[in-house]
Every structure is written in C-alpha cells, then in structure tokens.
C-alpha cells in the first residue's frame, strides 16, 4: 500500500477505530491517547492508527495497520513497527493487520527462527481478512460504523451476489437507526471502500439513489476527501471514486465552504498559491483570512 493510499486510508478509517478494537480484537480497554509515530528510520511513513490504551494487562500500545493488497514483506514491516513503539514510548505493541484487498489473502503473520538457546525469534501479530467476515454477523451488532466495510466482505457470498451483494449493503446502510449525519458519513466511506471490488459504473448505479437521498457531499468525510485527496493524491482502485467527489464538491461549494476549506488548509501549513488553485479564491483573500 503506497504512502499516498496510507494517508487516506488513515483519515477514513479513524472514526472505525473504537469499533475495530471491540468487534475485530475482542479488546477490554479504556483508549488514553492516540500516538502519532512516524517511522522516519524505517520506511519515511506514518503509522495507520495506533492508540495508547489501559487494558487489564496494562497499558498497551494498540497498532493498527490496512493492507489493501498482499506484501510478503508486511512481517517485517510490522517488526520494525513494534521495535519503535517499545523504544518511542516504552509500551508493548498489540499489533494486527487488516486486509481490504480484492484478492485472497496470502501474507504471514509473523517471523521466527533458532539458531541456538540464546539466538532466537518467535514474532507473530494478528491478521483479520475483512473478506472473511460474515455480512449477516456485522448485521446482528451495533457497531455501526463497520457497515462502510460491508462492500470487502463475506468474499464467498459477494463473487456469488456480484451487483446484489452491494445493493444489499446499501440498504443495511440505509436502515441503521442512527442520525442522519452520521449515516451520510458511512454511506460515503462504504462507496470510496467499493471502489476496491467492484467496477465504477456497478458503484454509481447501486448507490446512485443513496446519494441523492442523503446528499452525500454534506459529509464530514466527503470534506476531508476534498482537503486531502486533492493534496495527496489516490491510488488506483478508488481514484476514480474520490476524484469525482472532489471534483463534484468543488463545484458545487458555496464560498463560505470554500473558505472553510482555505481556513483548513492554511492550518495544514499548504502554500498559498496551492490553496486559490484549489479553491479558487483569490491570493488576496487568503491571505485577509491568516488575520
């Protein structure tokens, strides 16, 4: 997974996190802090999401890392991860990997070796294929924020529905009981995670009708999309998704929104030649809006 893709997936999938822990680890914790770690030594990336938490162990590092296509080097990777969290904040890692990939997944979950009493290794974390999630036992709980996962899994029943399965996960979507705006939310992040399986114009006919019934570029993350995808960038899969709601919500932003933008990305330390190609206001009224 490119750094690129990393960074989106890390703002798109933060609000899942208290979820993720309860219903993927079966973790008893009390979340202290989010660790921001930046493995410049290792690999010049950020982590995906990794949390401080009080558990009935102890305090723990809870690191938490999405992979959406196979890496023969990801035991490795996480290695070198664990190795900095212990050294940067003196906790012990409970690491897992999510896999959201279209294809089967194919990665180990640790390294080991002996060479000797006093020469070894038996390193394992935890690996969770979305794809090998039931569709009907998300559907039992109330972890409603896992519904934008819906379109990665149950990988038997989905090649089987095809088109079906997605419309089936809209419509669980649309009858969760909860506010409105939240819903939005899910809605969009479910239709940017599609993009991954299935092919855009399935995408666009199956949640055509949502978006207008929701009006989707209202949500919180249709906005970050707008701030971040047009920066950073997207890797292919979802490109096509993200680029058109960027493109979408820039046409279609009032100017207030778009100095709700401007205000953002001068936060964000952007330059401001960046921010009026982007928003199309002026140099002039940016810079009033840094006083």
């Known amino acids: ?51 401080k938490c009080t558990t009935d162990k102890g305090n723990v590092a809870v690191h938490i890392e999405f992979q959406s296509e196979n890496d023969g080097k990801m035991p490795y990777r996480m290695l070198r991860y664990s190795l900095e969290i212990m050294e940067k904040h003196n906790l012990l890692p409970y690491q897992i990997v999510i896999y959201i990939g279209k294809d089967n997944m194919k990665m180990e979950n640790g390294l080991s070796y002996n060479f000797g009493e006093q020469n070894t290794l038996d390193y394992k974390y935890k690996i969770i294929n979305v794809g090998d999630i039931k569709f009907t036992d998300v559907l039992k709980t109330d972890y409603y924020d896992l519904y934008s996962l819906l379109p990665l899994m149950d990988q038997n029943r989905r090649k089987e529905e095809g088109e079906k399965y997605l419309e089936r996960c809209v419509e669980a979507i649309k009858d969760i009981p909860i506010d409105i705006n939240k819903k939005k939310d899910i809605a969009f992040k479910a239709e940017i995670l599609s993009g991954i399986i299935f092919k855009k114009e399935v995408i666009e006919r199956v949640f055509s009708e949502v978006v207008k ?32 709601g960027i493109e979408e919500g820039i046409k279609k932003g009032a100017k207030e929104e778009k100095i709700a933008i401007a205000k953002k990305l001068l936060k964000n330390g952007m330059p401001i030649d960046k921010i009026a190609e ?5 140099e002039d009224e940016i810079k009033k809006l840094m006083n």
Do not use: P
């Not at 920066?231 to 979802?238: A, S």
């Not at 982007?278 to 002026?282: P, Y």
């Open 213 to 244: 019934m929701f009006r989707i570029e209202e949500s919180e993350t249709y906005k970050m999309i707008i701030e971040k995808g047009i920066e950073k960038g997207i890797e292919k899969g979802i490109k096509e998704g993200i680029e058109r």
């Open 278 to 282: 982007i928003t199309e206001l002026s």
């Open 1 to 51: 997974m490119s750094q690129k893709y990393d960074i989106t997936m890390k703002n798109i999938f933060s609000d899942m996190a208290d979820d993720i822990m309860s219903y993927f680890l079966g973790l008893q914790y009390t979340k202290i802090d989010e660790l921001n770690i930046e493995f410049a030594r290792v690999e010049r990336r950020d982590s995906d999401m990794i949390f």
